[in-house]
């Protein structure tokens, strides 16, 4: 069955790994962000790698009504159309807390943009009775920290939307996976401090696609941080506020 | 962020920098580094001594700019980014039947790395070096971007290829590739006494890819004596190599001591039979075989190793003997070990290559090392030869104007490109190679 990927925030070095794996295997990608140029010289190397089709859409989070052009193209493939979401923005904790208004634009482009974005597309994968929702989190979404609370905010509602559009798609035969990485070696990480155990994004994507074949629901990548978060989810509150970790 | 602050050595970890490093993921990013905080680009550091080092100051790390922007089946020509790596041109093409026209010993290097040091091969003594294999090269200077040809920009080009990352930041580059046969190798690996019969297996072969290893411990009428691999690639099936080891701690200093070095090396040439094997393997496992352990470098220890690698004319055979001799008498060198005739192919003005014989010969970096080097480096220069800057930690300048006549042309040529020096590096430095400008 042929099959074509929605890559939003392509310029990610996770994307660009999971656009090449999935590329190699035939699949369609259209890639999906700001930055065309870059997306250009993407497309060009998925198309080099196998793609079926690879082609370079503009998207940016803040502006929805440009959501509807990028699922219109995507609706001219045949087969299952998929999704993945690398989208999200991390400005440090110390910069939100003297400009308030940075919260707007971090939720924006880490939940609800993408949602929206999902939201326009969901009616296009239940049509097709099939397809895949890759979304990407954050470990940073699983408990308010004193360093990024904002982002992991943004991840966390994320995170709850995920779950629910993976109710719904169920229910046509859609799958959505929810993606939790822990500290992963990209540009949004390069040369911040007490980064441990790193891991390079093509472990992420190699992650993602083992579990869009076996339709995991929500995975750790790597697969560690689950018992690290279960730990750290389950420091008892009174404890966890005085912490700053 | 955009900088990171790391300590990092060159592969023979004996010598170390403490710079800004950048690792721009896409062209926007590294246009605007070039514009406000320049530096020289690196790539996977798989050079040995200082040429990626930067102490002090700032690099930019070319490895996430790693695309396929076009390759064209008719004339094999690839057109990508620097920071992608021989290895992966290799896996991804072979199967398509292509391979890049000249591949280092691992994979790891990038193409941008291999256009700096002007690479060569397995094949070097029929295809030539990396850079006579371009259709252009891309360089970015904070003036822009400018895509060269050795035909319309000669000097430029001459002084980017092999130049060390002297004149700007390549940022792609158009490769020729060469077709081949598929992506399995059959290898003939050969037993070679003694050191004339080895060179007598060199100059004989007329295979596409030779290669010697050398017992650098073995003296007397053993002496040079080591085993010649001769390949072609082909079309079959082998197993798929298994999944690449890692080297976890930095070895104690008696891993690599003589005696358990001397054990190795004889089982090693023992290995092959008296009258010689036939081997058919993945390329991968014929052109980088120490890929497979990553990070073996750690089992020098701490201190590190150098690698001394020279090349003399054919008529200095003589001499490269003697310096062989010294080595083994040294009682210091490594089971990396390698004899290949060169040809004529070289593509800039600093590229290491001659018509001749090159060695390369790893030291644990420890007692006599340095001198015994030193040592070798002017029985080198006397004659005729030269050493290869790419592996280089302890020439000294004066030496390295004598091996490279074209250094004035160079340093003309990289004046010109970046008369503020904003890409020079430790090596260029230790060795002076701007000063030389005529
Ligand atoms: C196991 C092993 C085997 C090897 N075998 C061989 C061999 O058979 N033949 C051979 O010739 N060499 C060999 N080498 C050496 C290696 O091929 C070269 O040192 C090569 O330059 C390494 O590439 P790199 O990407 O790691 O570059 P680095 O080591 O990071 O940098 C090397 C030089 O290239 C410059 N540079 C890198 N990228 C760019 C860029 N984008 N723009 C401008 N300048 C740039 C740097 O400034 C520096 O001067 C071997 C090395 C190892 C570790
Ligand atoms: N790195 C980690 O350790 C880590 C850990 C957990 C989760 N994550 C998550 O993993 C995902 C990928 O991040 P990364 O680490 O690869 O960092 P990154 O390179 O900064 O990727 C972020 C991506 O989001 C895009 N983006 C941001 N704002 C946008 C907007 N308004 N409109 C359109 N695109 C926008 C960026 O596109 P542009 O090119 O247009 O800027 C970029 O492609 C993110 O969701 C991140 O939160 C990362």
């Given at each position: 069955?042929?099959?074509?990927?929605?890559?939003?925030?392509?310029?990610?070095?996770?994307?660009?790994?999971?656009?090449?794996?999935?590329?190699a295997r035939?699949?369609?990608?259209?890639?999906?962000g700001?930055?065309?140029?870059?997306?250009?010289a993407?497309?060009?190397d998925c198309?080099?790698r196998?793609?079926?089709v690879a082609?370079?859409?503009?998207?940016?989070?803040?502006?929805?009504?440009?959501f509807?052009?990028?699922?219109d193209?995507?609706?001219?493939e045949?087969?299952?159309?998929?999704?993945?979401?690398?989208v999200?923005?991390?400005?440090?904790?110390?910069?939100i807390?003297a400009d308030?208004?940075?919260?707007?634009?971090?939720v924006?482009?880490s939940?609800s943009?993408?949602?929206?974005?999902?939201q326009?597309?969901a009616?296009?994968?239940?049509?097709?009775g099939?397809?895949?929702?890759?979304?990407?989190?954050?470990?940073?979404?699983?408990r308010?920290?004193?360093?990024?609370?904002?982002?992991g905010?943004?991840?966390?509602?994320?995170h709850?939307?995920?779950?629910g559009?993976?109710?719904?798609?169920?229910?046509?035969?859609?799958?959505?996976?929810?993606v939790?990485?822990?500290?992963?070696?990209t540009a949004m990480?390069?040369?911040?401090?007490?980064?441990?155990l790193v891991?390079?994004?093509s472990?992420?994507?190699e992650?993602?696609?083992?579990?869009?074949?076996k339709?995991k629901?929500?995975?750790?990548t790597?697969?560690f941080?689950r018992?690290?978060?279960l730990?750290?989810?389950h420091?008892?509150?009174?404890i966890?506020?005085k912490?700053?970790? | 962020?955009t900088?990171?602050?790391?300590e990092?050595?060159?592969?023979?970890?004996?010598l170390?920098?403490?710079?800004?490093?950048a690792?721009?993921?896409?062209?926007s990013?590294?246009?605007?580094?070039?514009?406000?905080a320049?530096?020289?680009?690196?790539?996977n550091?798989?050079s040995?001594?200082?040429?990626?080092?930067?102490?002090?100051g700032?690099?930019?790390?070319?490895?996430r700019?790693d695309?396929?922007?076009a390759?064209d089946?008719e004339t094999?020509?690839?057109?990508v980014e620097?920071g992608?790596t021989?290895g992966?041109?290799?896996?991804d093409f072979a199967?398509?039947e292509w391979?890049?026209?000249?591949?280092?010993g691992?994979g790891?290097a990038?193409?941008?790395?291999?256009?700096?040091?002007?690479?060569?091969g397995?094949?070097h003594?029929?295809?030539?070096s990396f850079?006579q294999?371009?259709?252009s090269i891309?360089?970015?200077t904070?003036?822009?971007k400018?895509?060269?040809?050795?035909?319309?920009?000669?000097?430029?080009f001459?002084?980017t290829?092999?130049?060390?990352?002297?004149?700007g930041?390549?940022?792609s580059?158009?490769?020729?590739m060469?077709?081949?046969?598929?992506d399995?190798?059959?290898?003939?690996?050969?037993r070679?006494?003694?050191?004339d019969?080895h060179l007598?297996?060199?100059?004989n072969s007329?295979?596409?890819?030779?290669?010697?290893?050398?017992d650098?411990t073995?003296?007397?009428?053993?002496?040079?004596?080591g085993?010649?691999?001769e390949?072609?690639?082909?079309?079959?099936?082998?197993?798929?190599r298994k999944?690449?080891?890692?080297?976890?701690?930095?070895a104690?200093?008696?891993a690599?001591?003589?005696?358990?070095v001397k054990?190795?090396?004889?089982?090693?040439y023992?290995?092959?039979?008296?009258?010689?094997?036939?081997?058919?393997?993945?390329?991968?496992?014929?052109?980088?075989?120490?890929?497979?352990?990553h990070?073996?470098?750690?089992?020098?220890g701490?201190a590190?190793?150098h690698?001394?690698?020279?090349v003399?004319?054919l008529?200095?055979?003589p001499e490269?003997?003697?310096?062989?001799?010294?080595i083994?008498?040294?009682?210091?060198?490594?089971?990396l070990?390698?004899l290949?005739r060169?040809?004529?192919?070289?593509?800039?003005?600093?590229?290491f290559?001659?018509e001749?014989?090159?060695l390369?010969?790893?030291f644990?970096?420890?007692g006599?090392?340095?001198q015994?080097i030193?040592?070798?480096?002017?029985?080198c220069a006397?004659a005729?030869?030269?050493?290869?800057?790419a592996?280089d930690?302890?020439a000294?300048?004066?030496?390295?104007a004598?091996?490279?006549?074209?250094l004035?042309?160079?340093?003309?040529?990289?004046?010109?490109?970046d008369?503020e020096g904003?890409f020079?590096?430790?090596?260029?430095?230790?060795?002076?190679?701007r000063?030389?400008?005529a």
């Amino acid at each position: 069955m042929t099959e074509t990927w929605i890559i939003l925030g392509a310029t990610s070095s996770m994307a660009r790994a999971l656009a090449r794996a999935v590329a190699a295997r035939g699949d369609g990608v259209l890639l999906a962000g700001r930055d065309m140029e870059d997306l250009k010289a993407l497309a060009a190397d998925c198309a080099l790698r196998g793609a079926r089709v690879a082609e370079a859409i503009a998207f940016d989070a803040r502006k929805p009504n440009g959501f509807k052009k990028i699922v219109d193209r995507a609706a001219r493939e045949e087969g299952m159309i998929s999704a993945a979401v690398f989208v999200g923005s991390m400005p440090p904790q110390s910069e939100i807390d003297a400009d308030p208004a940075l919260i707007e634009g971090t939720v924006n482009d880490s939940f609800s943009g993408p949602a929206m974005f999902l939201q326009t597309l969901a009616p296009l994968m239940e049509e097709r009775g099939g397809g895949t929702v890759v979304g990407v989190g954050s470990v940073a979404g699983d408990r308010g920290r004193i360093g990024n609370y904002v982002y992991g905010a943004a991840k966390a509602g994320f995170h709850t939307y995920l779950s629910g559009l993976r109710n719904r798609l169920t229910r046509s035969g859609g799958h959505v996976v929810t993606v939790k990485p822990g500290f992963v070696d990209t540009a949004m990480t390069w040369g911040i401090e007490g980064m441990f155990l790193v891991a390079p994004p093509s472990k992420v994507a190699e992650d993602i696609l083992k579990a869009v074949e076996k339709k995991k629901n929500v995975i750790y990548t790597p697969f560690f941080w689950r018992y690290i978060m279960l730990i750290i989810r389950h420091i008892p509150e009174p404890i966890f506020k005085k912490m700053s970790i | 962020m955009t900088w990171k602050r790391i300590e990092y050595t060159g592969w023979g970890r004996a010598l170390t920098a403490e710079s800004e490093i950048a690792r721009p993921e896409r062209l926007s990013s590294l246009t605007k580094l070039l514009a406000e905080a320049p530096g020289p680009a690196i790539g996977n550091c798989r050079s040995y001594g200082d040429a990626c080092l930067n102490d002090g100051g700032r690099a930019l790390q070319m490895t996430r700019l790693d695309r396929y922007l076009a390759f064209d089946p008719e004339t094999g020509i690839l057109h990508v980014e620097a920071g992608a790596t021989i290895g992966d041109i290799a896996r991804d093409f072979a199967p398509r039947e292509w391979l890049p026209a000249v591949m280092p010993g691992t994979g790891f290097a990038t193409v941008g790395g291999c256009i700096a040091n002007d690479v060569h091969g397995k094949n070097h003594h029929i295809h030539g070096s990396f850079g006579q294999h371009l259709a252009s090269i891309t360089l970015m200077t904070p003036k822009g971007k400018k895509k060269i040809t050795p035909e319309r920009n000669a000097a430029l080009f001459k002084a980017t290829v092999g130049g060390m990352g002297q004149t700007g930041v390549i940022t792609s580059a158009e490769l020729k590739m060469m077709a081949c046969k598929g992506d399995i190798i059959t290898v003939t690996e050969r037993r070679a006494e003694d050191w004339d019969e080895h060179l007598t297996l060199l100059d004989n072969s007329r295979a596409t890819y030779t290669v010697g290893w050398i017992d650098a411990t073995a003296k007397g009428a053993a002496l040079g004596r080591g085993i010649v691999e001769e390949a072609e690639t082909g079309l079959g099936l082998v197993p798929p190599r298994k999944k690449a080891k890692s080297v976890p701690f930095d070895a104690p200093g008696f891993a690599l001591s003589s005696p358990v070095v001397k054990l190795f090396n004889t089982a090693y040439y023992r290995r092959v039979p008296d009258r010689g094997r036939t081997l058919v393997k993945p390329i991968t496992d014929f052109f980088f075989p120490l890929d497979r352990i990553h990070d073996w470098n750690r089992l020098y220890g701490k201190a590190g190793f150098h690698q001394f690698q020279c090349v003399v004319p054919l008529a200095s055979a003589p001499e490269l003997k003697e310096m062989l001799e010294l080595i083994a008498k040294a009682g210091l060198a490594s089971p990396l070990a390698v004899l290949k005739r060169m040809g004529k192919g070289r593509a800039g003005y600093m590229s290491f290559p001659m018509e001749g014989y090159t060695l390369a010969v790893d030291f644990p970096n420890r007692g006599r090392a340095a001198q015994v080097i030193a040592e070798l480096e002017k029985m080198c220069a006397a004659a005729g030869g030269r050493v290869y800057l790419a592996k280089d930690s302890l020439a000294t300048a004066a030496s390295v104007a004598k091996m490279y006549p074209e250094l004035p042309d160079y340093a003309a040529a990289v004046a010109k490109a970046d008369p503020e020096g904003i890409f020079t590096t430790d090596l260029v430095r230790r060795l002076n190679l701007r000063g030389g400008a005529a």
